[in-house]
């Protein structure tokens, strides 16, 4: 607002209100009657919301946008437009982050173990620990390459298992499946859906599963959409957290990564395909941000 701005460089002694108020073509009774005003009720109203808004962009690690920060107040109790959350964050000079282009490092291997696309691209389960999906991406530390592989409930996109390392053995992928295992406890039979990357289509990732009563489903080769869910989430990884900051070494991103899981993504963060519930929230029943309202 101009005669915000004029109050601004007045306080600061720089310039005298009239050669303000002249250069910006506005009437210096006009100035003075801002001046003296009282707050109206929307104005107030307003700043509340914009000192919400601060606090839930620093506890979120500025990473909301309108439609997840809208989400937000609405828990919170504060039934606004998006449009007026889209004006508060604009003024306060908030915005949330977009992710980078990404690049598929799918590479398929001698021989290997063929198995069904049992999802055909329903990314969808009707209960916990029905069906999972996982991938591998990559991570530039000073020390060199990391990897990081990942299980994904398809029910509440909660991250049930990952693993991080300096290598891209089979290891790597049964590690994030272990969590999973000991931390969800499956039913026989669990799905667990990938691409056709050499650890994923290996004898040894075969019969870890068939070990472990998991149903191998595998995409087609190359094609993104097959396993999109894991992609998404990757997109928002590093996104949120891995193009935040330079990465030192494996150590600092596995310690870093955990915190990011547990206090952030699973429990905090509020997804579009779940109705802007988080995954803990989904997982307790909610179906709709209402019920959550305060």
């Not at 460089?9 to 009437?27: A, E, I, K, N, R």
Request: glycine content about 6%; proline content about 4%.
């Amino acid at each position: 607002m101009i005669f915000a701005a004029i109050a601004d460089w007045v306080d600061t002694d720089s310039y005298p209100v009239t050669f303000m108020c002249d250069q910006l073509g506005v009437s210096t009774s006009g100035y003075y009657r801002w001046r003296g005003h009282e707050p109206s009720a929307h104005e107030r109203e307003d700043t509340l919301l914009t000192g919400l808004i601060r606090a839930f962009f620093v506890r979120l690690r500025g990473n909301p946008g309108v439609r997840r920060m809208h989400a937000e107040l609405v828990v919170a109790g504060h039934r606004i437009s998006r449009k007026r959350v889209w004006r508060l964050m604009q003024a306060a000079g908030l915005q949330g982050r977009h992710p980078r282009a990404w690049k598929k490092t799918t590479t398929p291997g001698d021989h290997p173990v063929s198995a069904p696309d049992r999802i055909g691209r329903s990314f969808t389960a009707e209960h916990v620990n029905e069906r999972w999906c996982g991938d591998i991406t990559y991570i530039k530390t000073w020390d060199g390459w990391a990897y990081v592989a990942t299980v994904i409930d398809l029910h509440s996109r909660a991250l049930v298992g990952w693993a991080a390392a300096d290598h891209m053995r089979t290891s790597l992928i049964t590690d994030a499946l272990d969590m999973a295992i000991i931390h969800r406890r499956p039913p026989k039979g669990v799905i667990f859906h990938s691409d056709r990357g050499t650890q994923y289509t290996s004898h040894e990732f075969d019969k870890y599963c068939r070990d472990h009563n998991i149903r191998r489903s595998l995409g087609k080769t190359g094609i993104c959409y097959d396993n999109a869910v894991s992609e998404s989430f990757f997109a928002t990884y590093k996104k949120e957290l891995i193009h935040t900051r330079p990465w030192p070494n494996l150590k600092i991103l596995i310690k870093e990564t955990f915190s990011w899981v547990e206090e952030y993504y699973n429990r905090t963060r509020r997804h579009s395909t779940l109705g802007y519930l988080t995954p803990q929230e989904y997982e307790l029943g909610y179906r709709n941000i209402t019920e959550l309202a305060a």
